[in-house]
């Protein structure tokens, strides 16, 4: 079986104050090191075959973190990374709104981004089998999921964990935005080592 799961960076101050990142470099805030902690500790155990990440900063931090605790060390990846909404970065949506009342002019183009997404997800398919593990952005993940034929993806948290698989023929998400590492009501470092996300 081949597999790839995705995560979200964890949270930054920018994503609780509602602004456009981007291709902003943004760390993570406290709360963003304490979600990525909590992923880590249910994610020992799991064995990976290739490990990635965005080489963006918030992306790395995520990653850095995770990769102390499964064991494995990543290989940036610049197609990973969200999509660009230059000079809409740092706005809210509002902001934007009022700002460019008729988009922003230099953004990224939809069509660019799912190119990247594509071409990253079949340099994961050339592999046929195992387990891939890639930190990544939420509307990258979202634009990926629509353009897999998923509708109304949902709000994706910070440090979720989205299941792609590939049946032989087309991938398909076994799991999107799970995040019960950040509901259990257990402290992280007592979280059971792995189970498999279910929905």
Known sequence: MLSLWLVRHGETDWNHEGRIQGWSDIPLNANGKDQSVRLASWLQGVPFRGFYASDLLRARETADVLSHAIGKPYRTDARLRER??????GLTREEIR????HGVPDEESSESLSGRAQAFLESVRAYQSGRFLAVSHGGYI??????????????LANTSVTRL?????AWRAASISWAGHLTSEEKFNTLPQYREPTG
């Open 84 to 89: 660009g909404f230059g000079g809409a970065e």
């Open 98 to 101: 009022a700002c460019y009342p």
């Open 142 to 155: 979202r634009n990926l999921l629509v353009s897999l034929g998923h509708q109304d993806v949902p709000p």
């Open 165 to 169: 698989t590939w049946s032989g023929t």
